[in-house]
T-cell receptor, first 112, second 115 residues
Framework: AQKITQTQPGMFVQEKEAVTLDCTYDTSDPSYGLFWYKQPSSGEMIFLIYQGSYDQQNATEGRYSLNFQKARKSANLVISASQLGDSAMYFC?????????FGTGTRLKVLA | DAGVIQSPRHEVTEMGQEVTLRCKPISGHNSLFWYRQTMMRGLELLIYFNNNVPIDDSGMPEDRFSAKMPNASFSTLKIQPSEPRDSAVYFCASTLFSSGANVLTFGAGSRLTVL
């Protein structure tokens, strides 16, 4: 069975600072993907970044990077140079064979 | 592409009524997922289809819920009879399973309120 754990219900960060959102996962699938999604107050789910379980390098997409530590089963999201528009819920997810499971999310508030 | 299209965006109904939520996945995608989001339970996977075939419906809460995918471009989630505890945002999402990233694309969601 797959499981995602996000232990930070809420986080604050000062504008222009970096922030790390934690995610640990558990899966029995030998090949899997790890994803981060952003959900602003408007409600849509926005894909941010993907990491494959066999990828050797950590994924990066602009200000987003995924700190993938396979042995620790962690896939933390790092947002650099935070902006006010980054205030939102952030969900970590894992995919195995067909199935995508999401964590409970972390609410990030960026302070001016 | 227009993305994943869900309708209705908002639905208010009375307890006991039938509710049908609709989803049009992205053309060419071969897998479709229905999720329910509430404050208490977060994002729950209800059911998913691959090539129009239901693969796993273990997340469907009870027999009042049913889902169909009659063809590659259309799916429905039906609740009959509806109850106040069914109030939630229901998301449909689709992807093309291949050797790549298989990114899940979500629709805008259908906000259901059962009075």
């Amino acid at each position: 069975a797959q499981k995602i754990t996000q232990t930070q219900p809420g986080m604050f960060v000062q504008e222009k600072e970096a922030v790390t959102l934690d995610c640990t996962y558990d899966t029995s699938d030998p090949s899997y993907g790890l994803f981060w999604y952003k959900q602003p107050s408007s409600g849509e789910m926005i894909f941010l970044i993907y990491q494959g379980s066999y990828d050797q390098q950590n994924a990066t997409e602009g200000r987003y990077s995924l700190n993938f530590q396979k042995a620790r089963k962690s896939a933390n999201l790092v947002i650099s140079a935070s902006q006010l528009g980054d205030s939102a819920m952030y969900f970590c997810a894992t995919s195995g064979t067909y199935k995508y499971i999401f964590g409970t999310g972390t609410r990030l508030k960026v302070l001016a | 592409d227009a993305g994943v299209i869900q309708s209705p965006r908002h639905e208010v109904t009375e307890m006991g009524q039938e509710v049908t939520l609709r989803c049009k996945p992205i053309s060419g995608h071969n897998s479709l997922f229905w999720y329910r989001q509430t404050m208490m339970r977060g994002l729950e996977l209800l059911i998913y289809f691959n090539n129009n075939v239901p693969i796993d419906d273990s997340g469907m809460p009870e027999d009042r819920f049913s889902a169909k995918m009659p063809n590659a471009s259309f799916s429905t989630l039906k609740i009959q009879p509806s109850e106040p505890r069914d109030s939630a945002v229901y998301f449909c999402a689709s992807t093309l399973f291949s050797s790549g990233a298989n990114v899940l694309t979500f629709g805008a969601g259908s906000r259901l309120t059962v009075l």
